[in-house]
């Protein structure tokens, strides 16, 4: 492979590449480890591609790979968070994902399956109609689409709960600070 065509490949494709890690791995550092590993191991087979739709395909498929081999490993099993919360969330920087809707999309995809996170990701973010998906994680359209499906509803119910949750937080602090929900500030003489 052309020096100058694999740079460009790292620089076209290194963020997606790293956005779909950190959702496998929950590890900025580990993500860009496995991404790294990647365009190493694509240097060294010197891979050629029909186009660029052919490579971006081929290096995510490799990517998703290589994070499934990364959570089955041992060295996942023998790393300790420094807190209770640090494996739930992701990184602060978490790979181009600074809205704070984004990143809380984000963490609510955390709880679903890692087929389903990727089939999201992939439709919603990186905009590959289905037949597309289905070719890069070598599954058929229809399983593809049932993914899609109940990837949805799964997320619309985190995010329901965590919604909820947030409500009944909010009104037990009220409660807590002494308000009365059906009383305005005028009617207490607070401005």
Same mark, same amino acid.
């Given at each position: 492979?052309?020096?100058?065509?694999?740079?460009?490949?790292?620089?076209?494709?290194?963020?997606?590449?790293?956005?779909?890690?950190?959702?496998?791995?929950?590890?900025?550092?580990?993500?860009?480890?496995?991404?790294? &590993? *990647?365009?190493?191991? @694509? /240097?060294?087979?010197?891979?050629?591609?029909?186009? $660029?739709?052919? !490579?971006?395909?081929? =290096?995510?498929?490799?990517?998703?790979?290589?994070?499934?081999?990364?959570?089955?490993?041992?060295?996942?099993?023998?790393?300790?968070?420094?807190? &209770? *919360?640090?494996?739930? @969330? /992701?990184?602060?920087?978490?790979?181009?994902?600074? $809205?704070?809707? !984004?990143?809380?999309? =984000?963490?609510?995809?955390?709880?679903?399956?890692?087929?389903?996170?990727?089939?999201?990701?992939?439709?919603?973010?990186?905009?590959?109609?289905?037949?597309?998906?289905?070719?890069? /994680?070598?599954?058929?359209?229809?399983?593809?689409?049932?993914?899609?499906?109940?990837?949805?509803?799964?997320?619309?119910?985190?995010?329901?709960?965590?919604?909820?949750?947030?409500?009944?937080?909010?009104?037990?602090?009220?409660?807590?600070?002494?308000?009365?929900?059906?009383?305005?500030?005028?009617?207490?003489?607070?401005?």
């Amino acid at each position: 492979m052309d020096p100058l065509d694999f740079e460009a490949l790292m620089i076209q494709h290194y963020n997606t590449l790293l956005r779909i890690a950190i959702q496998h791995t929950n590890n900025r550092a580990e993500a860009e480890d496995i991404v790294q &590993d *990647t365009f190493l191991k @694509l /240097l060294e087979t010197g891979t050629q591609f029909r186009d $660029d739709g052919h !490579a971006k395909a081929f =290096l995510i498929r490799s990517v998703i790979n290589r994070c499934k081999d990364y959570c089955k490993s041992a060295r996942r099993t023998r790393n300790v968070a420094l807190s &209770d *919360t640090a494996e739930h @969330l /992701l990184p602060a920087d978490s790979g181009g994902f600074a $809205d704070e809707t !984004a990143q809380m999309i =984000l963490d609510a995809m955390q709880q679903l399956r890692p087929d389903f996170r990727n089939v999201l990701y992939l439709y919603y973010y990186e905009e590959y109609s289905i037949r597309e998906i289905a070719a890069i /994680l070598r599954k058929s359209s229809n399983t593809v689409s049932s993914w899609l499906t109940r990837a949805k509803n799964q997320l619309k119910g985190v995010l329901q709960n965590e919604q909820n949750d947030l409500s009944k937080s909010n009104a037990a602090d009220f409660r807590v600070r002494g308000g009365n929900p059906h009383e305005s500030k005028a009617d207490t003489g607070a401005i």
